[in-house]
C-alpha cells in the first residue's frame, strides 16, 4: 500500500489487518506533513505491518520494496490531498499524484503485480448543478490543481491497461470522513476550532454540497474493488449523504454545544465545485457494497473522537508529530 499513514491509507492498513489477518501489509509512505504514523501506533510490533518511509516517485526504491517484500498487489492511496493547498502550490501536486504515480505504476509493470487499485475521487468530474449525480461514464472536467493532477493519475492507470494489460481497477469515491483525518479538511478543522471558540471560516454562501462517505465504508468498498473488481473498471463509491456545507457546521456545533455565532462567512475558494454527488449503482449491483454508517450517526460518532482525543490533534496541529519516526523508528 502507499499512503497507508495518511488519513484514509491509517484506516484501511488497520481494517486490513483486520479483515485479512494472513496479509503482509507493506507500507510506503513519504511522511510529508499530511503522513503520521502515530496513527498506526497499535500496530507496533506487528511483523505484518511493514512501514518504509520513501517516495513513490523513487522509482528505484519501489522496485526494491517490491521485490524484496514479494509484492503482488499495490493499493495506491499516495497523494497530495487538499484542494487549498493545490491552489497555493499546483507543483508537488504534478510531482507526486502525477509524476510520482506514473514510476509506481511503472515498477509495478516491471514487478509484474496481479492488481494495481487505484484510488481516485470523484473530483474528477468536477462540478453538478442543482440535479443529478455522477456515473462512472460522466465526462471527466475538472476544476482544481489536485483535481487535474488527480485525474491524470487515473487516466494514467487505466492507460496502463489498456496498453501494457497492467491488471489496474480505478475507484472514485466521494468526501470521506472519520477517525484521524488531518485537521485542514472540513470536519475536523471545524471541530477543532469550535472546541477552541474560534471562528469556524464557511467558504462563499455555505451552499455547496458534498456526498459523505465514513472512512470505514470506503475501506470495505476498496477490499472488495481490490478482490472482486474486474480490470480495467472504474468504480464510483459514495455514501448517498449529500449535505450543503452550512448544514454540516451547524449541525457540528449541536454536537459540541457551540453557538451558530462562531460561523464566520470567508471568501470563497477559487474555482470551487459546487455539488458534488455519486451515483453507486454499479460498485452496488457488481461487488455488492453498500454502505453500513448512517451519517447522522458516523456524524456523531467522529465528532465525539475529535472531542475524546484531544491530545492527537494538538500533537497534530502544533507539528509535534512529526518528530514520532524519529523516536519510534530511528533510535530502534
Ligand atoms: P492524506 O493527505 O491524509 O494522506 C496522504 C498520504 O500520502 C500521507 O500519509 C502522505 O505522507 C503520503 N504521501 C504524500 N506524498 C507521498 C509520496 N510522494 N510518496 C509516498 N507517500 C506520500 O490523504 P487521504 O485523505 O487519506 O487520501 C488518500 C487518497 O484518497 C488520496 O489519493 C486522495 O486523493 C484520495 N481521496 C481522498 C478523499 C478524501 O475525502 N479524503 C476522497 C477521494 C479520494
Ligand atoms: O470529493 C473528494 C475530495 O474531497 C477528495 O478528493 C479530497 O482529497 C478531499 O480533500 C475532499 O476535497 P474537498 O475540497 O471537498 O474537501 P474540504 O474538506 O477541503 O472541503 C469540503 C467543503 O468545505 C468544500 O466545499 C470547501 C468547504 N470548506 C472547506 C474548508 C477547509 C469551507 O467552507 N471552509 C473550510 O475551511
Known amino acids: 500500500m ?69 509484492i503482488d498487489a499495490v493499493m495506491h492511496l499516495a497523494a497530495e490531498s487538499h484542494v487549498d493547498r493545490s491552489i497555493l502550490g499546483p507543483e508537488e501536486f504534478v510531482a507526486t499524484n502525477v509524476l510520482g504515480t506514473q514510476r509506481l505504476l511503472e515498477a509495478s509493470r516491471a514487478r509484474g503485480v496481479q492488481r494495481f487499485l487505484m484510488v481516485s475521487t470523484d473530483e474528477v468530474y468536477g462540478s453538478l448543478g442543482p440535479t443529478g449525480a455522477f456515473t462512472e461514464s460522466s465526462p471527466l472536467q475538472p476544476s482544481s ?15 496502463y491497461h489498456h496498453t501494457f494489460k497492467l491488471d489496474v481497477v480505478v475507484t472514485r469515491c466521494s468526501n470521506n470522513y472519520g477517525r484521524y483525518q488531518f485537521p485542514e479538511k472540513l470536519i475536523p478543522l471545524m471541530v477543532v476550532n469550535a472546541l477552541h471558540d474560534k471562528p469556524l471560516p464557511v467558504y462563499g454562501d455555505g451552499a455547496n454540497v458534498r456526498d459523505w462517505l465514513h472512512v470505514e465504508d470506503h475501506c470495505q468498498a476498496l477490499l472488495l474493488a481490490l478482490e472482486k473488481g474486474r480490470a480495467g473498471e472504474v468504480y464510483n463509491i459514495g455514501g448517498g449523504a449529500e449535505r450543503r456545507n452550512i448544514e454540516l457546521v451547524k449541525a457540528i456545533l449541536g454536537l459540541v454545544g457551540k453557538p451558530e455565532s462562531l460561523i464566520q462567512y470567508v471568501k470563497d475558494r477559487p474555482g470551487h465545485d459546487r455539488r458534488y454527488a455519486i451515483d453507486p449503482s454499479k460498485i452496488r449491483a457488481e461487488l455488492g457494497w453498500t454502505p453500513a454508517h448512517t451519517f447522522e ?30 523516536t519510534q523508528y530511528r533510535t530502534r
Open 145 to 159: 490543481p489536485y483535481s487535474a493532477s488527480k485525474t491524470s493519475s487515473d487516466l494514467l492507470a487505466l492507460a
Open 2 to 70: 502507499t499512503g497507508g499513514c495518511g488519513f484514509i491509507g491509517s484506516n484501511l492498513v488497520k481494517y486490513l489487518r483486520r479483515e485479512r489477518p494472513g496479509w503482509t501489509v507493506v507500507n510506503l509512505d513519504k511522511l510529508t506533513y499530511a503522513g503520521n504514523l502515530e496513527n498506526l501506533s497499535e500496530l507496533e510490533g506487528d511483523p505484518q505491518h511493514v512501514f518504509i518511509r520513501g517516495d513513490i516517485g523513487n522509482r528505484e526504491l519501489v522496485e526494491h520494496v517490491m521485490s524484496v517484500h514479494g
Open 297 to 326: 450517526q458516523g456524524l456523531a460518532e467522529t465528532v465525539r473522537w475529535y472531542v475524546d482525543h484531544p491530545a492527537w490533534w494538538q500533537r497534530v496541529t502544533s507539528g509535534a508529530y512529526l518528530q514520532y519516526f524519529d
